[in-house]
């Protein structure tokens, strides 16, 4: 069983940057990969990047390519994703997720059913 709780959302304007964390429960945080998706109202949820449980794959939404980057912090049970030059677009409740799925190894998943469990989110919003 893992828990996770995301912190670092807020209000930014057009251009800033937030970093993003989530805190994992449990001992064996280092064998999950992680992923953070992201619900904008009216929206279907959608993968926003994800990180194999070394920190050596990461794979990345197209649109948020060259601007966000996801880390992980195996020793402290914490993933991060620093979100740069953030749009208006951006705007989203973000979610972070753990799957222990074999074939994530590599560099994570990208599909919302790969990943076994959730945090409850953090508001991101971006003003013009």
């Known amino acids: 069983q893992v828990q996770l709780v995301e912190s670092g959302g807020g209000l930014v304007q057009a251009g800033g940057s937030l970093r993003l964390s989530c805190a994992a429960s449990?001992?064996?945080?280092?064998?999950?990969?992680m992923g953070w998706f992201r619900q904008a109202p009216g929206k279907e949820r959608e993968f926003v990047a994800a990180?194999?449980?070394?920190?050596?794959?990461?794979q990345y939404l197209d649109s948020v390519k060259g601007r966000f980057t996801i880390s992980r912090d195996n020793a402290k049970n914490t993933v991060l994703l620093q979100m740069n030059s953030l749009k208006p677009e951006d705007t989203a409740v973000y979610y972070c997720a753990a799957t222990s799925n074999y074939y994530c190894s590599g560099n994570g998943c990208n599909e919302e059913g790969d990943y076994d469990y959730w945090g409850q989110g953090t508001q991101v919003t971006v003003s013009s």
């Open positions: 449990g001992r064996t945080f280092s064998s999950y990969a």
């Open positions: 990180i194999s449980w070394s920190g050596a794959g990461t």
